[in-house]
């Protein structure tokens, strides 16, 4: 089960949010994103100074609790994607890498979109979608 | 990593993306910096205009090079130029870089055998050309990208024989910008 998924820019700004099956829908979305956020930020600080060799730069793949899996990705650019899942979900990174791309080549080419604003464009979401819910276990 | 498998990189990344006419490309580019010369009052703030409308570029290029070339976090500033030299350029351009003129760890030129924005081009040796550097663009679109993933960069147009790009990595202290002549023969 894939249950949704959080893009952030460098800035810390949420620029998408989708879920699919998500039981206890928060109430308050912009709070979720800014804890979410603080958290990634906190956590590779932490990993870095925690590093036991000298050139931890604090990036991880994904991190597991009880009720689900966050699967991570950081461009260089410092555009952050995570992909909460089942914890039975294997590695999903290359569809995180899929959105990325897909990002790229509707939101990032398209002139009319300004840097570091929420996405709004309903190919990006499309693309997204058709990506995630192919994966085999996104519906259980 | 060696310079050969960023070649292959390079090879393989020109060959996922699409191409397009090089000729058409290059009148394209011409008649923008046309346009901007005619715009601007002076060889300096056509430059100025270039450099930006590069920058423009160079934030959003950044992302489409590092989401087809696959290329995660860079470690040091010699790999990230040999990266742009032979990734980059040819990915974008089918054109390779060379790498050359270190002085200490934090400045470096590109060198180029062709220029690969301006191969039909000559410019008239007039006051609004004399001091236009011609693909200022390119410098615009490096400073774009190169910000976006680190520290700010200054980098700017030398010219001797054959075509170099200077970069200058700056932490909190501007450097000085040169300008330079350039002559009909060189663009």
């Known amino acids: 089960m894939i249950y949704n998924l959080y893009v952030f820019d460098r800035a810390g700004t949420c620029l998408y949010y989708a879920d699919w099956h998500r039981r206890n829908k928060s109430e308050n979305l912009e709070g979720e994103f800014k804890l979410v956020y603080g958290m990634l930020f906190l956590l590779k600080r932490f990993l870095t100074a925690t590093s036991p060799s000298q050139d931890g730069d604090g990036s991880f793949d994904h991190f597991l609790t009880d009720t689900y899996r966050l699967h991570y990705f950081e ?5 952050k994607f995570c992909l909460l899942s089942h914890p039975s979900v294997p590695d999903l ?3 995180l890498l899929g959105i990325y791309q897909a990002m790229v080549d509707t939101v990032v080419k398209n002139p009319l979109y300004k840097l570091g604003d929420p996405i709004e464009c309903s ?7 058709q990506l995630i819910s192919s994966h085999p276990r996104f519906a259980q | 990593m060696a310079t050969s498998s960023y070649k292959r990189l390079g090879d393989q990344a020109f060959s996922k993306v699409e191409h397009i006419n090089s000729e058409l490309f290059m009148l394209t580019y011409g008649a923008l910096v046309a346009q901007v010369v005619k715009d601007s009052e ?5 430059n100025r205009q270039l450099d930006q409308m590069g920058y423009n570029i160079g934030v959003r290029l950044v992302d489409e090079f590092l989401a087809r070339s696959g290329i995660g976090k860079i470690s040091t500033f010699r790999e990230t130029a040999e ?3 032979k990734v980059g350029f040819k990915m974008f351009l089918n054109v390779i870089a060379t790498v050359g003129n270190w002085s200490g760890d934090k400045e470096y030129s590109l060198l180029f055998d062709e220029n690969p924005l301006a191969e039909f081009v000559e410019l008239p040796r007039d006051d609004a050309t004399k001091a236009l550097f011609y693909s200022n663009l390119l410098c615009g679109v490096l400073r774009g990208a190169l910000e976006s993933v680190s520290a700010p960069f200054h980098v700017y147009f030398f010219y001797t024989l054959l075509l170099l790009i200077r970069f200058y990595f700056i932490y909190l202290f501007i450097c000085f910008i040169y300008s330079l002549r350039c002559s009909s023969l060189l663009v």
């Open chain 1, 93 to 95: 990174r290359d569809h």
């Open chain 1, 75 to 79: 461009s260089a650019t410092g555009v």
């Open chain 2, 83 to 85: 990266i742009i030299a």
């Open chain 2, 42 to 46: 002076d060889a300096a703030e056509a």
């Open chain 1, 123 to 129: 190919l990006f979401k499309e693309r997204v979608d």
